[in-house]
């Protein structure tokens, strides 16, 4: 079905590999175009949680595709810069939540993908960066946007005009990554977080969600009033009923998403 990307289906958690070892993992139109593909034809009510990783041990993705970008001129540059800002959006807003397992190298390209997850774990051999300055480029795929957001402004303009790599360690003492595991226990500890998000009620998990990503840049009044709206529709769900009576009976749940 796919060239460059894998998928896995651990019950109610999608496993998405993207798979391009020569090149390790970098991002080309056609990779892009196949992880547009596949977001689009994604189930959010069939799965519950996606993990994001690369093929391989040494790289997550590391970067988008130079050889492609090499000859292109203003209106190609915007066009293929569009192109990943908009897949990688669709990873950002996609109603469930997306973890990135990132296995190795997460530069340019690599690290915005990273960044248009919902949660970052890393292995302890991976390295971030935005090195895109020493191309003669800046970031194409939303790094300024997000990386500022994540690191704070003052990090993300250090990060991104000296476009120096940082090692796990750094991007976990900077907040860029959430976790740092050895790189053995990767898989299994973005799944064990994938579990424990899917065993939580699904209406619920998109509807937090949803508030986070919306909330972030309205007032304090307008946030607070939109969580208030979100708050009060999940009464209007079974799974908050089935999830209050079985707290209240010492009963385990089992949420349906209704």
Request: overall charge negative; hydrophobic content about 45%.
């Amino acid at each position: 079905m796919y060239n460059y990307i894998k998928i896995e289906e651990k019950q109610a958690v999608m496993v998405l590999t993207i798979s391009a070892p020569k090149s390790l993992n970098a991002l080309n139109s056609e990779i892009l175009a196949e992880l547009n593909s596949f977001l689009d034809s994604f189930d959010c009510n069939k799965y519950r949680c996606l993990i994001v990783t690369g093929d391989g041990e040494k790289s997550f993705v590391a970067g988008a595709d130079i050889s492609e970008m090499a000859t292109l001129n203003v209106q190609q540059g915007q066009t293929f810069g569009n192109r990943g800002a908009s897949v990688f959006r669709k990873f950002e807003t996609l109603p469930v939540p997306v973890i990135a397992a990132v296995n190795g190298f997460a530069l340019g390209g690599g690290c915005e993908l990273a960044m248009a997850c919902d949660i970052r774990i890393c292995s302890d051999n991976a390295k971030f960066g935005q090195p895109e300055v020493g191309l003669g480029i800046i970031p194409g795929f939303s790094g300024t946007v997000r990386l500022a957001r994540l690191v704070g402004m003052g990090m993300a303009k250090q990060l991104i005009y000296t476009g120096k790599a940082i090692k796990a360690d750094e991007a976990l003492r900077i907040g860029l990554v959430n976790a740092v595991v050895p790189q053995a226990e990767l898989m299994s500890t973005a799944m064990e977080l994938a579990n424990q998000i899917a065993a939580n009620a699904p209406l619920a998990v998109k509807a937090a969600k949803l508030c986070i990503n919306t909330e972030y840049d309205m007032c304090m009044d307008d946030a607070i009033l939109y969580e208030n709206g979100a708050f009060g529709n999940c009464f209007a769900t079974q799974d908050q009923k089935n999830g209050m009576k079985a707290f209240l009976n010492k009963e385990k749940v089992v949420f349906e998403g209704k």
